[in-house]
């Protein structure tokens, strides 16, 4: 698949060289060249002279090299240039050096002519190409890897000195004509308008030594240092969030302010940076020409809102941070996607596509953004539960360049993980390309990185719940899926797919061990073992004499109370926790029923005091262990009874503290609660006869009272039963008022339900009918407060004792008036008011089937339709598309946008559409996919019919079909 797609977007890119008059700069245009003389430097077109075909066939290149990078394998040092070899090579295309690095050139003239009257042909020049244009520095130049170097006017000092020159230019938009040096003399042919604009260059002249001291060896070896090209930097742009400084960023479309933008950026050799200065393009103009635009003539062009600059800057700050640098030659054939992720290897990281933008992913300790579990996944998932035996590598021989090898692509001694070796039973060693690496410790890290990730354990394939889509590949999530082995298994993102008429978002993901980024960044010297999916753990079961329950009450100030008391120690290494529940006895009872639970301890734990049971009830008691969340099978102990209430008399102190056995010397016949005393007994200071006296007396005026105003109390203590005849426990405290005018009462309820294990609160006050009441009710089933009221207010202490209503409930809708929520999640919401200034609706429609391009010179077809009802006169109607073409060869034509309203069809826009002349692997077929999008205003309220026609143009087409999966989208947006 990979082959196919790279050999498609050669032969396209090709046709866009052809067409934009790059060719001509990439191809044997530019390097036609004659030996001693015979031949003349080429023309180099502006890049203002990229035409429609070329435009086409560069966005078609690029897609086909993004598809053939998606299914490439890791990066290799293939490249259509040679960075080292000083040569003239037709196919090597336009160098762009990044970063700092050498560079042979590319030979674009190469002339000799004489400059005596004895005509012995004594010198020789060339122009070579050192990289697209602008660059930042030239440095120097290396001759046979001997430093040379040159005056200020372009001569060679030292060893040869009168017999080289050399002169060279930083690649402005707009480069004066090259110059040869004072001394070198003129090539013939070579005048004012002998330029290289756009490209960073070196001329270098030699001259015949005819005592045989210098060039025995023929033409010397030349290698120039550059530092090459700028980039932006968002984190030092003051309109970037968080940035501070100078730098921006601008639309190629508008050129003066791209012209400004450009002007801001600074070299780098951050990977990150570079990675996405090629994801955005490098464009060039012709700047002499008032009227020129900016044209994509390397890099990717993608546009800025589809790059994620966002993953771009987190790796930018983290390479920073450890001093990764990126550094090298790419050219304009090499395929853009595996370029990239040559760009960002030295990041120690990969591009990634994120739906239609742009990201990456850098290798960093990552933080657990959240945790998976069963409840969040609506399908099957799946786990490849290790790599295969030969992708799980221990050894691997690094190639790289280093500058004190003159910067050649070598070898670099094997480096090994011994314990990994052990583990694998021998070593398992694989030839690994860094392109753009250029120093020794930078390569061990991104070995280590490379070992340690091929150890990974995948794909992960998890299909979650639609809100798991906020999520995006990149982010780390804890996995705790026992049931496919993933206990606690931090996992990586990788892959997101959405599918929201199924409400389905799937991950794919592979394990993450953080103990491997200490080891490839030198901080530890053992790396971690290789991770793979785990049972649960095992967790054993208390033995049976590590727990009892040593006590069935407690004693509280002089009060003996029911409770269980457990005692005991861990007895098991492997628990991290103990859990304590206990439960009625009931005879017979199933082991995992009805159990309540006392609380989780620490292994530490050696006593625990449950006194939440009733007197005289037997129970039992589970003590189990954990570990890592897991919690093992339970040990029960029990029955037990537990003891009833009881209070120590010996234990009540105190000067009003009776006697054991007194009788106060009560005379007999007084009566005090209803038992006979004897006569003249004293109670708190009166005589007994006179309390009761005072108690009858009382218990009159009360009476008559409540007769003539209507007031009662009711107190009620006891035993209650309930209308089925069960018992209940209540307690009853009212106070009321009954007049013609008024009917008042408090009342304060309680009671418990021993049949059902419920009790029940209740506070209530009632005004002739008006009730306000709050309830709490606990039971088996939970707990519940309930308020019954028209309006709940809440009083605010520091505002006066001034009531704030939040709610109020009436005609079946609950009322908040003035409320501040952090997170808020609900099915749907209705906002009337915002509904009223903005809105948003949206409509897609997409192509189930290949349907056929028309064929003959104004043919029609309609291919999409989307029915909208449009609400407002003053929103806007945007309609997108992502239309999929395969024709044949020799394709032309254009997309028609439209809408019928009331019958009547309606043009509103059209685009054309051309394909080049080209065969691709023997198909006659080429997708060239076609993007539009605009907004239209002051279209009526009403139903319209929105549609998409292609119309072919001109004779000869060579007829193919739109492909199932293109796609419509409406939008209504007011905002």
Not at 90 to 97: E, R, Y
Not at 159 to 176: K, V, Y
Not at 454 to 462: D, N, V
Not at 594 to 616: D, H, L, M
Request: hydrophobic content about 40%; overall charge neutral.
């Amino acid at each position: 698949m990979s082959n196919v797609l790279k050999t498609a977007a050669i032969v396209v890119g090709a046709v866009a060289l052809v067409a934009t008059g790059i060719g001509a700069a990439g191809t044997a245009g530019l390097l036609g060249t004659a030996i001693a003389g015979g031949g003349s430097i080429a023309g180099i077109a502006t890049a203002g002279a990229l035409t429609t075909l070329g435009t086409i066939a560069s966005a078609a290149a690029g897609a086909l090299s993004l598809a053939a990078g998606l299914t490439a394998k890791k990066p290799t040092a293939d490249a259509t240039g040679s960075q080292t070899s000083f040569s003239a090579d037709p196919d090597a295309g336009v160098p762009l050096a990044i970063g700092r690095t050498g560079t042979a050139g590319d030979i674009v003239m190469r002339r000799g002519w004489d400059t005596r009257d004895a005509g012995d042909n004594d010198r020789q020049a060339f122009a070579a190409v050192l990289s697209l244009g602008p660059i930042a520095a030239i440095e120097g130049q290396t001759v046979d890897r001997v430093p040379v170097a040159y005056s200020d006017t372009g001569a060679a000092i030292g060893a040869f000195a009168g017999f080289m020159w050399s002169m060279t230019q930083l690649g402005a938009l707009a480069s004066p004509a090259l110059a040869f040096g004072a001394g070198a003399g003129t090539p013939p042919g070579v005048g004012a308008d002998f330029k290289l604009s756009g490209k960073a260059a070196a001329t270098w002249t030699l001259r015949f030594d005819t005592k045989a001291k210098l060039y025995q060896n023929g033409v010397p070896a030349p290698m120039w240092t550059v530092r090459g090209a700028l980039a932006y930097d968002p984190t030092k742009d003051s309109t970037y969030p968080g940035g501070n400084g100078p730098h921006r960023m601008a639309d190629p479309a508008d050129t003066a302010a791209y012209d400004a933008a450009m002007a801001t950026w600074e070299w780098t050799e951050n990977p990150y940076l570079l990675g996405l200065r090629w994801a955005h393009g490098y464009w060039q103009r012709d700047v002499s020409n008032p009227n020129s635009t900016y044209q994509r003539v390397m890099g990717m062009g993608s546009p800025w809102r589809l790059i994620d600059v966002a993953a771009f800057v987190e790796g930018r700050n983290i390479a920073a941070a450890n001093g990764w640098t990126c550094g090298g030659m790419i050219y304009s054939r090499d395929e853009k996607w595996a370029t990239m992720k040559k760009i960002l290897q030295a990041g120690m990281g990969e591009p990634m596509p994120l739906g239609a933008r742009i990201s990456c992913l850098v290798n960093a300790p990552k933080v657990s953004l959240a945790t998976v579990t069963i409840q969040d996944v609506i399908g099957q998932a799946r786990v490849a539960t290790t790599q295969p035996r030969r992708n799980r590598i221990n050894t691997v021989t690094p190639r790289y360049r280093l500058e004190e090898n003159n910067w050649q692509f070598l070898p670099g001694s094997p480096i090994s993980i011994a314990e990994h070796i052990a583990e694998d039973g021998g070593k398992r060693s694989k030839v690994l390309d860094y392109p753009f690496i250029q120093n020794t410790k930078q390569i061990g890290t991104a070995v280590r990185y490379d070992i340690e990730n091929s150890r990974e354990f995948g794909p992960i394939t998890l299909p979650l719940k639609l809100f798991w889509m906020g999520y995006k590949p990149g982010d780390c999530v804890t996995a705790d899926l026992p049931e496919v082995g993933l206990n606690r298994q931090p996992i990586l993102l990788l892959n997101r797919d959405l599918d929201p008429a199924g409400g389905v978002t799937t991950f794919t993901a592979r394990s993450e061990t953080n103990a491997k980024h200490a080891f490839a960044l030198g901080q530890a010297a053992t790396p971690p073992p290789t991770p793979g999916v785990t049972g649960p753990p095992l967790v054993p079961v208390p033995a049976v004499d590590a727990w009892a329950i040593s006590a069935t009450s407690l004693i509280s100030q002089a009060q003996t109370v029911p409770a269980l008391v457990v005692t005991g120690s861990v007895d098991a290494s492997t628990g991290d926790a103990v859990v304590i529940e206990y439960r009625p006895f009931v005879s017979g009872q199933a082991p995992n029923v009805g159990w309540t639970s006392a609380g989780i301890w620490s292994v530490g734990a050696s006593r625990v005091e449950i006194t939440s049971v009733r007197s005289g009830a037997p129970y039992e008691v589970s003590v189990s262990y954990q570990r890592n969340g897991v919690t093992g099978g339970r040990r029960i102990l029990g029955p037990v009874v537990t003891s009833g209430v009881a209070v120590d008399y010996g234990a009540v102190v105190g000067p009003n503290r009776p006697e054991n056995g007194a009788t106060v010397g009560a005379p007999a016949g007084t009566t005090i609660g209803g038992v006979r005393q004897p006569d003249g007994s004293y109670v708190g200071g009166k005589l007994a006869a006179q309390i009761l006296t005072d108690i009858l007396t009382n218990a009159g005026n009360t009476a008559d009272l409540g007769a003539n105003i209507g007031a009662y109390k009711l107190l009620i203590d006891g035993l209650a039963r309930a209308p089925d005849g069960r018992s209940l426990v209540e307690m009853v405290d009212q106070i009321g008022i009954k007049t013609e005018q008024n009917d008042l009462f408090i009342k304060n309820l309680q009671r418990l339900d021993p049949a059902t294990g419920t009790a029940l609160a209740m506070w209530s006050v009632g005004a002739n009918g008006v009730v306000s009441a709050i309830s709490q009710l606990a039971g088996p089933a939970g707990s519940v407060v309930g308020i019954y009221s028209d309006v709940f207010v809440l009083w605010d202490r520091n505002g006066g004792g001034q009531p704030i209503e939040v709610f109020r409930y009436a005609g079946g809708k609950l009322r908040m008036y003035d409320v501040e929520v952090d997170t808020l999640k609900a099915k749907s919401i209705d906002t009337p008011a915002l509904a009223d200034y903005a809105i948003r609706r949206s409509y897609t429609a997409e192509l189930a089937s290949n349907v056929a391009l028309p064929g003959s010179d104004g043919g029609r077809v309609r291919y999409l339709t989307l029915g909208v009802t449009k609400q407002r006169a003053d929103s806007s109607i945007r309609l997108e598309c992502n239309m999929a073409p395969r024709p044949g060869r020799d394709y032309a034509g254009y997309f028609v946008f439209g809408r019928t309203t009331d019958g009547v069809d309606t043009v509103m826009d059209t685009k054309w559409y051309w394909v080049a002349s080209c065969v691709i692997n023997g198909f006659r077929s080429v997708r060239s996919p076609f993007y539009y999008g605009r907004a239209f205003a002051g279209l009526p309220v009403g139903a319209h019919s929105f549609w998409i026609d292609f119309v072919a143009y001109g004779g000869g087409n060579d007829q193919g079909f739109m492909e199932a999966g293109s796609n419509f989208y409406v939008e209504e947006i007011k905002v």
